[in-house]
């Protein structure tokens, strides 16, 4: 790839950590009077909105096979999990510490690999995830302590995401990233929708729709615009700059999450968060190194026999 290329990909993937805590903000901000699946509901609705003319003025595709037509189904089910699990933590967490606990993904991930598909996975990197989830203890233990059991709803967080990327994963060959993020909100919603529909004057708090009044529609609104265009954002880096490249930048979300959370909530991580969070980052930087070294003693082993053939 090119240097230029390379700085894009970087900037863009920069651009997605900055915005993408913007859409924890609007979350954390409705749900003072929206209910959680509402807010879940926004989410799938205005990206389905606003991905609809980007992949019209793209001329791409529309048609699936049945296949995966039920991958998309999968995968938007796994991310309303997500997405509402996370809700559900912030509306009493601060926000850098429900990520913080969230980061576990990466690691969830990395087992999940190796136990679905067989990947390749070295003590190293197993003992790496073991310490990273004993990061998110540190940040759990007081948050369970202060919020009750909300506070392990990052982990499902994390785990549901987990099961979305390798979903994506699967679907990666066959859509355009643009046509799955549509897809995918087109099928959020047709399975939402009908869910608050059903729940409407249930007096069920979570499920129980309200009439958003005033800035609660520049909320809702946020919710989506932000969720797509931070992941648009992530799409584009992908493509100009190698993920290895990337990965470690990531991180730098929970920076904007933290400086973030504090001006607009005036939440600030305690001691003991900040270790955490320490750990989790320094867990997941190693990880990406040892990926790094993988695949670089792969690639010299393929090689050789390309050499001997000379």
């Not at 409407?200 to 265009?229: H, Y």
């Not at 880096?237 to 933290?258: D, G, M, N, Q, R």
Request: charged share 10%.
């Amino acid at each position: 790839m090119k240097t230029d290329n390379i700085l894009t990909g970087v900037a863009l993937m920069l651009a997605f950590c900055l915005l993408a805590p913007l859409l924890d903000v609007s979350a954390k901000l409705a749900t003072a009077t929206i209910p959680v699946g509402q807010i879940t509901a926004a989410r799938f609705l205005v990206q389905g909105a606003l991905m609809l003319p980007v992949v019209l003025v793209m001329g791409l595709g529309w048609q699936v096979s049945p296949r995966v037509l039920g991958l998309i189904v999968l995968r938007a089910v796994f991310l309303i999990a997500s997405t509402y699990s996370f809700v559900a933590a912030v509306v009493v967490m601060p926000i850098a510490d429900a990520l913080a606990i969230a980061f576990v993904e990466p690691f969830v991930l990395l087992i999940l690999g190796y136990l679905i598909f067989g990947d390749q996975v070295g003590p190293r990197r197993i003992v790496a995830s073991l310490v990273g989830f004993g990061g998110a203890l540190l940040v759990i233990q007081p948050s369970l302590a202060a919020f009750g059991l909300v506070a392990l709803y990052p982990l499902g967080t994390a785990f549901f995401f987990a099961f979305y990327m390798l979903v994506t994963r699967q679907l990666a060959s066959d859509l355009h990233p643009v046509t799955m993020q549509l897809h995918t909100s087109l099928a959020g919603m047709a399975i939402v929708l009908p869910v608050l529909w059903l729940f409407d004057g249930s007096g069920i708090g979570p499920l129980d729709p309200v009439m958003p009044q005033g800035r609660e529609w520049l909320w809702l609104f946020g919710v989506g615009f932000w969720a797509a265009v931070s992941h648009i954002c992530m799409t584009y880096a992908l493509k100009f700059a190698p993920s290895a490249t990337l990965a470690p930048l990531h991180y730098l979300e929970i920076v904007a999450a933290v400086a973030l959370g504090y001006l607009v909530f005036g939440d600030f991580p305690n001691a003991l968060t900040w270790a955490g969070i320490a750990v989790i980052v320094a867990s997941g930087l190693y990880i990406i190194h040892r990926e790094r070294m993988t695949h670089r003693a792969t690639a010299a082993q393929a090689a050789i026999p390309v050499q001997a053939a000379r």
